[in-house]
């Protein structure tokens, strides 16, 4: 009797069998080995890649590409001040009265002036009354980021300087002084600033100023005296009449 040994007898159809099997798992092996080789190349590719971006990673200063430095400019310096006028609308100064003294500032962040009690701002045109009790030398000083600047002005005191004969019901001169003061050093140039009436048709100064001067209101013109000098502002209207009014620059000795 045949012996059951449970194995398959070894014919052909099973040793086929058996044989494809066995190619197929060395196929898989085959595969595995493939894809743990490729997985061990990309493995190895990322580590040196990591190895090269550490210290890129670390560091990223030494890794950026280095930028231009800004331009440097050059600070602009800050404009000195500057006072474009300091003036008193009447000179001397009879005893007890007042003057109005009237400054112009620009690039000024502080104003002073010596003497005076109250405060004063920076202003392109500002006036302030004053009553000297005696010859009293006014000091404006402009302050500013740029630096300061001072200016005088004295005042006198006595009677007003007589003016000549006009009509007293409508004079057609309404002002005329020197800006600046009334005491220049020599060859300082000198301006004059006058307002005359609507009616005013003509104006004329003695000694003769630089080019024609026109009648309205706040109208100048600049003369260079070398020796003390009187200025005589003649007005005239349409009807023959005049009007005269006289200012005196004295030249600083």
């Known amino acids: 009797m045949a012996e059951t040994t449970g194995l398959e007898p070894a014919t052909s159809d099973v040793t086929g069998r058996r044989s494809n099997q066995l190619s197929?798992?060395?196929a898989r092996s085959n595969s595995r080995i493939a894809n743990q080789h490729r997985l061990?190349?990309?493995?190895?590719?990322?580590?040196?890649m990591l190895?090269?971006?550490l210290p890129c990673l670390l560091f990223s200063a030494a890794c950026s590409t280095p930028t231009k430095p800004a331009a440097q400019t050059t600070p602009t310096a800050p404009k000195p001040p500057r006072i474009t006028h300091f003036y008193s609308n009447a000179n001397p100064v009879a005893p007890g009265q007042s003057a109005t003294l009237c400054y112009g500032t620009d690039d000024a962040t502080e104003v002073t002036l010596a003497p005076y009690d109250d405060t004063l701002k920076p202003s392109m045109n500002r006036c302030i009354s004053v009553t000297p009790t005696r010859p009293t030398t006014y000091t404006l000083t402009a302050k500013g980021p740029g630096g300061q600047?001072?200016?005088?002005l004295s005042l006198a005191l006595g009677a007003p300087t007589p003016s000549a004969p006009a009509s007293p019901a409508s004079p057609l001169i309404t002002s005329f002084q020197s800006i600046g003061?009334?005491?220049?050093?020599?060859g300082k140039p000198v301006q004059f600033c006058y307002s005359t009436r609507p009616e005013t048709i003509a104006v004329s100064v003695t000694p003769p100023a630089v080019g024609p001067l026109r009648p309205g209101q706040n109208q100048c013109f600049t003369a260079t005296p070398n020796k003390t000098t009187t200025y005589i502002l003649t007005?005239?209207?349409?009807?023959?009449s005049t009007d005269r009014m006289q200012v005196t620059v004295t030249i600083a000795q």
Do not use: I, N
Not at 40 to 48: D, G, I, N, S
Not at 181 to 186: F, K, L, Q, R, Y
């Open 40 to 48: 061990r190349k990309q493995l190895h590719w990322e580590v040196t």
């Open 24 to 26: 197929y798992v060395s």
């Open 149 to 152: 600047t001072t200016s005088t």
């Open 235 to 240: 007005a005239r209207d349409a009807a023959g």
């Open 51 to 53: 190895r090269l971006l």
């Open 181 to 186: 003061g009334g005491v220049v050093p020599p």
